[in-house]
């Protein structure tokens, strides 16, 4: 190990605290230990300052509504599975959208833990289990005396949920599908996945870029998907809001009119920006168009002063790889897209002729 490789650390960083911060080692020769430990230090350095820098993005992701940006940006968040910074963002993003959608008094979700004042007091009152991980969460099903298993008041951050049970008064950011073989009650989850429940769904704010299945009966939720929303049993009080369809089973209208009253149920299909805060990412959003042809995705259009214009890229162009990894459709280019821009850029590689190229897009300020 050498100079040069400290240099090139520096430069490969593109920060110029740590090379000030180096440079001084470089003026005389240290042994090969103090230059090993100097270079240990300067990538520590550089991986806490991308962290922060990400989670500095990743709040304001939630504060905007941008919901996915926001659960895919906290893959890269460097800190340990009670830390409140983890989880104020999430609690303050469904706090904001219930208020949104006016759920209030008689059609607030009862008992979610959003409808706390804080997340401090959510803390002081559920004392909920924390778990952080990047795999699909998946906890026992039955206790020792093989009962079946409730968790009441956790937080869980995954690469995806996969609940062999029910939760209730939980908050859940999921990198990933959701899946409750029961019930999700009283609970607050963001997803960049599917959320399904093979049961019912009671008193909890569900925003996910996928689409939201319950199997069962749903009373007293905002469900908001950029997919599609489906209540296969009955339907009382509440928000369903879908990007595309909001499928329901049989809506009850309680005959008192007091009760009708507060029986409000509100459904709204082809939602591009629910409540005029959630926004999921779209690829028209750094301005590129695809379809699949001749075995590639293919860049059908650009928009002029939209970041893929700005990198270079353009119609005709087949996109071979979004860092390192192939797309197969469109909607496997948006989501890899989606993950990569919330953390950073994205780089792309493309086929142009005979020739490859490789560009790197950002998304707009």
């Given at each position: 190990m050498n100079h040069v490789m400290i240099c090139l650390l520096v430069v490969a960083s593109g920060c110029a605290a740590l090379a000030v911060g180096i440079a001084p080692c470089l003026a005389s020769e240290p042994s090969d230990s103090e230059v090993q430990d100097r270079v240990v230090e300067a990538a520590a350095a550089i991986r806490a300052n991308i962290a922060v820098a990400t989670m500095?993005?990743?709040?304001?992701?939630?504060?905007?509504?941008?919901?996915?940006?926001?659960?895919?940006?906290?893959?890269?968040?460097?800190?340990?599975?009670?830390?409140?910074?983890?989880?104020?963002?999430?609690?303050?993003?469904?706090?904001?959208?219930?208020?949104?959608?006016?759920?209030?008094?008689?059609?607030?979700?009862?008992?979610?833990?959003?409808?706390?004042?804080?997340?401090?007091?959510?803390?002081?009152?559920?004392?909920?289990?924390?778990?952080?991980?990047?795999?699909?969460?998946?906890?026992?099903?039955?206790?020792e005396a093989g009962k079946p298993i409730v968790v009441y008041g956790v937080a869980i951050m995954a690469a995806g949920v996969d609940d062999p049970q029910s939760f209730s008064r939980s908050l859940v950011v999921s990198r990933g599908p959701v899946s409750a073989k029961v019930v999700i009650d009283a609970s607050l989850v963001l997803a960049t996945g599917d959320v399904t429940v093979g049961d019912g769904m009671h008193n909890s704010v569900i925003i996910c870029d996928g689409n939201v299945v319950v199997t069962r009966n749903t009373s007293n939720s905002l469900i908001i998907a950029r997919g599609r929303v489906t209540i296969k049993g009955k339907v009382w009080s509440g928000t369903l809001i879908a990007g595309e369809r909001v499928v329901t089973g049989e809506v009850v209208v309680p005959l008192d009119p007091v009760a009708a009253m507060q029986n409000r149920l509100v459904i709204e299909e082809k939602k591009p920006n629910p409540l005029g805060f959630i926004t999921f990412f779209e690829l028209s959003r750094i301005g590129l168009e695809v379809k699949v042809a001749e075995g590639a995705v293919k860049v059908a259009a650009v928009t002029a002063g939209k970041p893929c214009e700005k990198a270079g890229v353009k119609v005709g162009d087949a996109i071979l790889e979004v860092n390192g990894k192939k797309p197969l459709d469109a909607e496997s280019l948006r989501r890899l897209l989606r993950d990569n821009l919330a953390i950073g850029d994205a780089t792309i590689k493309l086929k142009r002729g005979d020739k490859t190229e490789t560009v790197k897009v950002a998304l707009p300020e």
């Amino acid at each position: 190990m050498n100079h040069v490789m400290i240099c090139l650390l520096v430069v490969a960083s593109g920060c110029a605290a740590l090379a000030v911060g180096i440079a001084p080692c470089l003026a005389s020769e240290p042994s090969d230990s103090e230059v090993q430990d100097r270079v240990v230090e300067a990538a520590a350095a550089i991986r806490a300052n991308i962290a922060v820098a990400t989670m500095v993005r990743g709040v304001e992701f939630a504060k905007r509504g941008d919901v996915d940006l926001f659960v895919a940006s906290t893959v890269t968040w460097d800190l340990k599975a009670n830390d409140h910074r983890l989880w104020e963002p999430p609690f303050v993003l469904g706090k904001t959208a219930v208020e949104k959608a006016d759920m209030t008094g008689e059609h607030e979700p009862r008992g979610n833990p959003i409808l706390c004042r804080e997340f401090a007091q959510y803390r002081k009152n559920d004392h909920p289990i924390y778990v952080r991980t990047d795999v699909v969460y998946c906890r026992r099903d039955k206790d020792e005396a093989g009962k079946p298993i409730v968790v009441y008041g956790v937080a869980i951050m995954a690469a995806g949920v996969d609940d062999p049970q029910s939760f209730s008064r939980s908050l859940v950011v999921s990198r990933g599908p959701v899946s409750a073989k029961v019930v999700i009650d009283a609970s607050l989850v963001l997803a960049t996945g599917d959320v399904t429940v093979g049961d019912g769904m009671h008193n909890s704010v569900i925003i996910c870029d996928g689409n939201v299945v319950v199997t069962r009966n749903t009373s007293n939720s905002l469900i908001i998907a950029r997919g599609r929303v489906t209540i296969k049993g009955k339907v009382w009080s509440g928000t369903l809001i879908a990007g595309e369809r909001v499928v329901t089973g049989e809506v009850v209208v309680p005959l008192d009119p007091v009760a009708a009253m507060q029986n409000r149920l509100v459904i709204e299909e082809k939602k591009p920006n629910p409540l005029g805060f959630i926004t999921f990412f779209e690829l028209s959003r750094i301005g590129l168009e695809v379809k699949v042809a001749e075995g590639a995705v293919k860049v059908a259009a650009v928009t002029a002063g939209k970041p893929c214009e700005k990198a270079g890229v353009k119609v005709g162009d087949a996109i071979l790889e979004v860092n390192g990894k192939k797309p197969l459709d469109a909607e496997s280019l948006r989501r890899l897209l989606r993950d990569n821009l919330a953390i950073g850029d994205a780089t792309i590689k493309l086929k142009r002729g005979d020739k490859t190229e490789t560009v790197k897009v950002a998304l707009p300020e």
